[in-house]
């Protein structure tokens, strides 16, 4: 079997997205695509204990960012009015990330409150691991329902180039462990693939997760933000991964779980699993893309890849009325033209300049 490509293009002619299968839910707002919006990520902070090369570098993040003050973060407050707001135009699916959300201060309290709306039917995190064994028991107590831990090879001389840390890989698996001992399943484990950087330690990964319940997901580098200083040469398309796993472990393509899901599914024909692959770079999927992001100062960003976002937090602290935050939010959705992906190197092609990018470390993944 070849690998199969889940690409959901924008229809140029038609103006038209592929976004099939089911009728938007009553209250869904759609975009200029006719993408309904259901996923709304919320970055809690924008600081990090890594420094990965491929969204944060040491050398060059502080050239690009300063870090947000305190004050200059939306208080716990804020992001729950936000997201209510975002739940009655038709999101469904919440997820905190960052910079890395075990950092920010009480989360679980955020995660409680959360875990109370009704139409919230997906509540996740992603984290870098690092930190996640001392309060795994408590994010699952406060609701949380999914984890997603990153992690890139299970080298530790690989491991410490990619995220610019000393932290040990034993310390990301012991949060895992940790994880699952305390009742989260399915835990995805996301992997940034470079080539030559990590790519040949890819099946190590499947070997030491295959069979653990865990879910790999291997991500295409992204050219998201501008500080990584991102070239093509270093991403390795899913295709040539599949092939280089596939030939050692046989896999099966399984649908995916729901419309536009990100991931490529696959299953070991041993019956040892699942693994993902996220192609954004070599199969686009604008098409079917309904997330918007939540920054920790309070922007709505419609695209990973967006130069600016909307300010939401100047007016929330004016005063505006729960009303006027909705007209807001749903004029940001309906106004979306975002593909960025499907147009990539016609774009870069076209720039003298780089495209200026909002960091990955500010909005999360
Ligand atoms: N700090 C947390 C973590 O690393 O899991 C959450 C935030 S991080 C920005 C979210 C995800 O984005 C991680 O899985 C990370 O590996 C991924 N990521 C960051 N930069 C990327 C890039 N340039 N290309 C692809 N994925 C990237
Ligand atoms: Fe931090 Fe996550 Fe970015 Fe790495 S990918 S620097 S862990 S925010
Ligand atoms: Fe969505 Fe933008 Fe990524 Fe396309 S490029 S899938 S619109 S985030």
């Not at 299968?21 to 993408?35: A, S």
């Not at 994010?139 to 180039?161: M, P």
């Not at 895992?176 to 693939?193: C, L, P, S, T």
């Not at 093509?232 to 050692?248: G, Q």
Request: glycine share 8%.
């Amino acid at each position: 079997m070849t690998f199969v490509r889940q690409t959901t293009r924008i229809s140029t002619n038609s103006q038209r997205s592929l976004v099939s299968g089911g009728n938007p839910r009553p209250k869904t707002v759609q975009d200029v695509f006719h993408r309904a919006i259901h996923d709304l990520r919320i970055s809690v902070i924008d600081r990090c204990n890594f420094r990965c090369t491929y969204c944060m570098p040491e050398e060059e993040y502080a050239r690009h960012y300063q870090f947000l003050k305190k004050e200059e973060w939306l208080s716990f407050g804020e992001i729950l009015r936000v997201t209510k707001l975002f739940l009655e135009i038709g999101v469904n699916k919440v997820r905190l990330t960052g910079g890395e959300p075990l950092l920010r201060p009480d989360l679980a309290e955020l995660i409680q409150e959360l875990s109370r709306f009704e139409q919230i039917d997906d509540l996740a995190l992603t984290t870098n691991g690092s930190l996640l064994a001392p309060q795994a028991k408590t994010l699952k107590a406060a609701g949380l329902q999914r984890l997603t831990v990153s992690l890139d090879t299970l080298h530790d001389e690989i491991f410490r180039k990619m995220s610019g840390t000393r932290v040990p890989v034993a310390q990301v698996l012991k949060g895992i462990e940790e994880a699952q001992r305390v009742g989260f399943q399915d835990i995805k484990i996301n992997v940034v693939v470079q080539k030559g950087i990590n790519d040949h330690t890819i099946l190590d990964l499947v070997r030491f997760f295959k069979g653990t319940g865990h879910i790999l997901r291997f991500i295409e580098y992204m050219d998201v933000g501008n500080c990584n200083h991102w070239t093509s040469e270093f991403v390795v398309p899913s295709s040539e991964l599949y092939r280089r796993i596939n030939e050692v472990f046989p896999l099966r393509l399984i649908k995916p779980n729901y419309h536009g899901e990100v991931a490529s599914r696959y299953q070991f024909e041993d019956g040892g699993g699942e693994i993902g692959f996220i192609s954004s770079v070599t199969q686009p999927f604008c098409g079917s893309c309904t997330r918007a992001r939540l920054s920790t100062d309070g922007k709505i960003y419609t695209c990973l890849f967006s130069g600016q976002g909307t300010d939401l937090r100047t007016p929330l602290r004016a005063g505006a009325s729960d009303q006027e935050l909705l007209a807001m939010i749903k004029d940001i959705w309906k106004k979306r033209d975002d593909r960025y992906s499907e147009n990539r190197f016609l774009l870069s092609s076209r720039q003298e300049k780089p495209l200026k990018k909002v960091e990955m470390f500010q909005i999360g993944g």
